[in-house]
């Protein structure tokens, strides 16, 4: 059995009135994603890529792409709070 639930809620409307912990949940989430996801191209489920034929390969990686994608804008936008939060803090 699986330790956590892969899907979770629906990715906000706006990324950018995220809340700081939503950005930071949103990128495990999408993290969790992308790593599953990938999973499934290659070790012991490469059987299962290699069938599945090159459009859907294809489409797998995309969704892949996207996925990487979501995840480096995310990461920019927690390290850019963090960044603001250090600069914000009282010395």
């Given amino acids: 059995m699986a330790d956590q639930i892969i899907a979770g809620r629906a990715t906000p409307q706006s990324r ?5 912990t939503d950005a930071a949940d949103l990128l495990e989430k999408k993290s969790t994603q992308l790593q599953a996801l990938l999973k499934c191209c290659f070790g012991d489920c490469s059987e299962w890529f ?3 034929g090159k459009v859907n390969r294809d489409s797998v990686m995309w969704v892949a792409s996207d996925l990487a994608d979501e995840v480096a804008e995310l990461s920019q936008q927690v390290l850019m ?7 914000a803090a009282p010395m």
Avoid: F, Q, V, Y
């Fill in 16 to 20: 950018s009135a995220a809340a700081p």
């Fill in 50 to 52: 290699d069938g599945i």
């Fill in 81 to 87: 709070r963090i960044n603001a939060s250090d600069h």
